[in-house]
């Protein structure tokens, strides 16, 4: 459901073809999706077939045709109702890298090391990405929203990248004291 409502939210901006969609929530830090192209595309069905959208194809000359899709008014109190009933639960925390760690125990102190600097290098490589994703969209005005999901995207890779350096500083101490 959580697809179904990110595009009609998406759609409420603008009118979009299903690649256009998926080009937009690939590039966002906050629209995660992990799924195929199928998956767009039967979302964008099912909310058709629910008289949430409507859609036009448009044909191109020396080009494919392309299907552009809308929301429709029923798609639009869909969204608004889940928006006002969606009730605000804290995000799972899922890290792969701490499921990692935690089976490191029998890793040899170096290995664990280099765990710890290639989880803050990608840290700080993913923060300074988003630094100048957000400095893009501030240069197109980005909206009040925009600036609040970003700094609350940044302050995660903050904390996570604060983590990680104490962690390796401990790491450093605990495997010199303890060769």
């Known amino acids: 459901m959580l697809l179904e409502y990110t595009i009609l939210g998406l759609l409420s901006e603008k009118p979009m073809t299903g690649y256009d969609l998926k080009k937009v929530i690939a590039a966002s830090s906050c629209l995660y999706w992990s799924g195929n192209n199928n998956q767009i595309y039967k979302a964008l069905l099912s909310l058709v077939g629910q008289a949430c959208l409507s859609s036009e194809t448009i ?12 929301v429709t008014d029923a798609g639009r109190e869909a969204l608004s109702a889940w928006l006002e009933s969606a009730p605000v639960e804290p995000p799972e925390f899922r890290n792969p890298f701490l499921v990692q760690l935690s089976l490191a125990v029998t890793a040899a102190p170096g290995r664990v090391r280099a765990m710890l600097e290639r989880y803050r290098e990608e840290l700080a490589m993913r923060q300074a990405m988003e630094h100048e994703r957000h400095r893009r969209r501030s240069l197109a005005g980005a909206s009040w929203l925009d600036r609040q999901l970003y700094k609350n995207l940044d302050r995660f890779y903050q904390a996570e990248l604060d983590w990680a350096r104490q962690a390796l500083t401990e790491w450093q101490q605990r495997t010199e004291s303890n060769p």
């Open 59 to 70: 044909h191109q000359d020396g080009a494919p045709s392309k299907k552009v899709y809308a």
